[in-house]
């Protein structure tokens, strides 16, 4: 009788002839589903968390002091390289911290230029178009790549049949840290030369190095140049005054011009061919759409 209610481990016979498996051996306690993860949690995000806040610091710092602003803003650059490495080494790429990374990027970037723009009104036009062009380039690669790649299809994995110079440039490390890096540098060199060259900012040599003559009645104190406010434009000229070497700035800015140069053109090609890869999937929607039953072309 014992024997007669145990599941029998043989195959057993269903009606039409065909021999159905065994049932499966229950061997131990069943498995227990994995811990949620949390996402924001992840290594290489909170690297992105802390490269904001490194950037907020470094804005915060910008219009007085050089020195911290540009030692800020370049830790928060070259986390960027550190964030990648922790997704590969803990295997925790994500979309989020995709493009978490990238809109940091284009921020920081954008957030320079204003200044620079600001710093040397006469090019202002020039920073706007960089910064239009860097974050048109960006957000329609990105597009395309969501729209028109395969699902999941990271913005980094561009086919060679498509661009072999968008390929090699993300595909290779070294090369996408080299043009990022001196991209940078390029930027943060002309911020510094807004504090130290006269050549490019005549209006250093409207007030002698050292802070200006002692006030007297004809000259007014620091506090009054200041009006009240530490961020105000005579606040801002007054430091400047205290003007930094122009040497290694102008040494920087020439050394990566070239290469700041090459990642603009890098820019405009991205911008092309996403817009040309968009323009290629409307064209194969509306043929799909002609040959449709009921469509205008059947």
Not at 26 to 49: C, H, K, M, T, V
Not at 139 to 165: C, F, N, W
Not at 228 to 250: H, I, Q, V
């Amino acid at each position: 009788m014992n024997d007669a209610r145990r599941p029998s481990s043989r195959a057993t016979v269903r009606e039409n002839g065909a021999a159905s498996p065994p049932p499966p051996a229950l061997d131990g306690p069943p498995s227990r589903p994995a811990p949620a993860e949390n996402i924001f949690l992840f290594y290489p995000n909170l690297i992105g968390y802390s490269r904001i806040i490194l950037a907020v610091a470094s804005l915060h710092y910008m219009p007085l002091h050089p020195r911290t602003c540009s030692l800020l803003y370049s830790i928060s650059c070259l986390l960027d390289a550190l964030d990648g490495y922790a997704a590969r080494r803990f295997d925790q790429a994500t979309r989020f911290g995709a493009v978490l990374d990238m809109v940091t990027d284009r921020c920081t970037t954008a957030c320079l230029l204003v200044f620079l723009g600001s710093a040397w009104p006469r090019w202002a036009l020039l920073f706007q178009g960089l910064i239009s062009l860097d974050l048109a380039s960006h957000y329609m690669h990105m597009y395309a790549t969501l729209t028109m790649g395969h699902a999941g299809q990271s913005h980094k994995r561009v086919d060679e049949s498509r661009s072999r110079i968008l390929n090699l440039y993300y595909s290779n490390n070294t090369v996408l840290f080299v043009f990022c890096a001196f991209n940078e540098l390029f930027f943060i060199a002309l911020y510094l030369l807004s504090f130290s060259s006269p050549i490019l900012s005549p209006s250093l040599l409207l007030l002698p190095h050292g802070g200006g003559p002692p006030p007297t009645t004809t000259t007014p104190a620091p506090a009054a140049l200041f009006g009240g406010s530490p961020w105000s434009a005579a606040a801002l000229e007054l430091a400047r005054a205290n003007k930094l070497d122009s040497f290694w700035p102008w040494v920087v800015a020439g050394v990566a011009f070239p290469v700041m140069v090459g990642k603009q053109l890098i820019n405009v090609l991205q911008l092309v061919k996403a817009a040309r890869w968009l323009a290629e999937g409307d064209a194969q929607d509306r043929r799909r759409r002609r040959r449709a039953p009921g469509g205008k072309g059947a």
